[in-house]
Nanobody, 113 residues
Framework: QVQFAESGGGAAPPGGSLKLSCVTS????????MGWYRQAPGKSRELVAS??????TYVDSVKGRFTISRDNARNTVSLQMNGLKPEDTAVYYC????????WGQGTQVTVSS
């Protein structure tokens, strides 16, 4: 089993930036696709960004603003978030996209003025 430890969330004003990090308890090199998800109050969890060998994908609402990266040597997946909007407010989680494992605690992102 793999444990996910997300961090880097917090409060930011509209237009601000945050960088989220996810450190896993064991190597992610064998997981083809890693992703960042988010869940806003009253909404279902959605996949925001994913990364596999040579390919990244983003949900339309974050394209051009968010950048996902992974460092297999450090068992880390990151999400750089720029141009934050109030609708980005949510708890953010990382997980394996191919088959979700047990979810971590997530990290809260709140965007407001």
């Amino acid at each position: 089993q793999v444990q996910f430890a997300e961090s880097g969330g917090g409060a930011a004003p509209p237009g601000g930036s945050l960088k989220l990090s996810c450190v896993t308890s064991r190597s992610i090199v064998n997981f083809r696709t890693m992703g960042w998800y988010r869940q806003a109050p009253g909404k279902s969890r959605e996949l925001v960004a994913s990364i596999s060998s040579g390919r990244v994908t983003y949900v339309d609402s974050v394209k051009g603003r968010f950048t996902i990266s992974r460092d297999n040597a450090r068992n880390t997946v990151s999400l750089q978030m720029n141009g934050l909007k109030p609708e980005d407010t949510a708890v953010y989680y990382c997980n394996v996209v191919d088959y979700n494992l047990t979810w971590g605690q997530g990290t809260q992102v709140t965007v407001s003025s």
